[in-house]
């Protein structure tokens, strides 16, 4: 019996020994990008490869500007990200969805004290199908238009030429405390309020900043620049609007209030109004500039309004498949692409990389989009096009820099 029990610690530590090895070397770290249209995510820690590839949780959620929150209680993350709300828990297969409960695969797993899940199914619930070309990863839109059920209710191919960007997204967290301007790079506190379940931001010194002068009457403010005048009612979503001595009326999609000189909005939709969106930083929330919506011809004449600001070139052209894009600094990418299934243009995605939208446009396989001028005014710019069946040499793509 002597001999019996030192053999069986040598097999149970031989058994543990074994068990690690394989949980540690079974891991590769990959040098791998994931790219979502032209700008990819650089991972740190990186994805790694089991049996499959693996994502840092993390990191894609913050690309898409989602929360995660760790609880303490269950030891689950809670993952909002793309309109889903997602719980997951180390090394477990089992997860929720909006609720739903679904199955990986392959179970999660931490590494570098980073939750990984599967890379294809994650991406595949929010939306996108999955590529590899060499060690890189392509994430693509899936088009439903293209699905068999699509297919069965309609069969004559829709065409949409009038498409508004969608910017919309849930309140802000308690853990933001600063407004930063990136272009200026200046920091404004924030406070904010609660008032019948909605939340409410203070907004004065921000409207000071771009040069609005606020005067309070009673229950009205007015915001002056230059030759335009916008007067807020308290509580109200009208808004009246003076402009070069011509007044008209505007009806607005929140409630306004006035507390002690003090006005206060729902702040995402009051900037998408004034031309802006913004993204999440640890602690503070970005302002960037926004494109408003897009609007194609039968000349293939492209109408985009946008934040007076963002200005445009005539764009770089891409081949493999033939596209155009535009680097558009400081500026948010809106939530969704633009699916246009046209004859020259078939749909326009969107990149996030840090402060700077990168706009793609597919044109369609047999053709490219030549532009002859660009109109700019102080809110749409105008792309004058042609469309050519034999596209000239185009030059490879560039990784962006913000």
């Given at each position: ?9 040598f ?7 074994s068990t ?7 891991k ?11 700008n ?8 790694i490869?089991?049996?499959i590839?693996y ?13 995660m929150?760790?609880?303490k ?5 809670i ?11 180390e ?8 609720s739903?409960k ?10 570098r004290?980073r939750?990984?899940?599967?890379l ?7 939306g996108?199908?999955?590529l ?10 899936v088009?439903?238009?293209s699905?068999?059920?699509a ?11 009038d498409?508004?960007?969608d910017?919309k ?6 853990d ?6 990136p272009i200026s790079k200046?920091?404004i506190?924030l406070?904010?309020?609660?008032k019948?379940g909605?939340?409410y ?10 040069g609005y002068k606020?005067?309070?009457?009673e ?5 002056k ?19 070069n001595?011509?007044?008209y009326?505007?009806?607005?999609n ?9 006005f206060?909005?729902e ?5 998408n109004?004034?031309g ?5 930083s ?5 302002i ?10 039968k ?14 070139t005539?764009g770089?052209?891409?081949g ?15 939530n969704?692409?633009a699916?246009?299934?046209g ?6 995605t969107?990149?996030?990389?840090e ?34 069946p034999?596209p000239?040499k185009i030059?490879?793509?560039?990784t962006?820099?913000?």
């Open positions: 019996m002597r001999y019996l029990l030192p053999l069986f610690i097999i149970t530590s031989l058994i543990t020994f690690l090895s394989i949980n540690t070397y079974a590769t770290e990959l040098k791998s990008n994931l790219y979502f249209s032209e990819p995510i650089k991972f740190d820690p990186p994805m490869k089991t049996k590839e994502i840092p949780l993390r990191t894609l959620v913050e690309y898409f500007d989602g929360t929150i760790r609880s209680k269950d030891y689950v993350y993952v909002k990200i793309k309109e889903k709300e997602f719980i997951f828990k090394n477990s297969n089992e997860y929720t969805s909006n739903k679904k199955v990986f695969k392959h179970k999660t797993l931490r590494h004290t939750l990984y899940v599967p294809n199914q994650l991406l595949s619930e929010l996108f199908t999955v590899k070309h060499k060690e890189n990863f392509y994430a693509t839109p088009d439903s238009a699905t068999p059920e297919a069965q209710t309609s069969t004559k191919k829709v065409i949409k030429t498409i508004v960007f910017y997204k849930s309140r802000l967290s308690n933001i405390k600063t407004i930063y301007l200046k920091s506190p406070k904010i309020i609660y019948k909605k939340q931001t203070s907004i004065n010194e921000f409207l000071t900043f771009l606020l005067t309070f009457i229950d009205n403010i007015l915001l620049k230059n030759n335009l005048v916008y007067s807020f009612k308290h509580n109200q979503t009208t808004v009246k609007v003076s402009k001595k011509n007044v009326t505007h009806t607005i929140h409630v306004p209030l006035l507390i002690k000189s003090n206060y909005v702040l995402q939709p009051f900037l109004d004034l802006f969106d913004y993204k999440y640890k602690n503070k929330i970005i960037l500039k926004k494109l408003h919506s897009i609007k194609v011809t000349d293939n004449t492209v109408l985009i309004q946008k934040n007076s600001k963002i200005k445009l005539n770089t052209p891409l493999n498949p033939n596209r155009l894009f535009w680097d558009l600094k400081f500026t948010k990418c809106p969704k692409d699916i246009l299934n004859n020259s243009i078939s749909k326009i969107f990149g996030q990389r402060t700077t939208c990168r706009m793609v446009w597919h044109v369609n396989q047999n053709y490219t989009t030549i532009l002859d001028k660009v109109n700019q005014t102080n809110s749409q710019i105008t792309l004058l096009s042609k469309v050519q034999h000239p030059a490879k793509s560039k962006i820099t913000s």
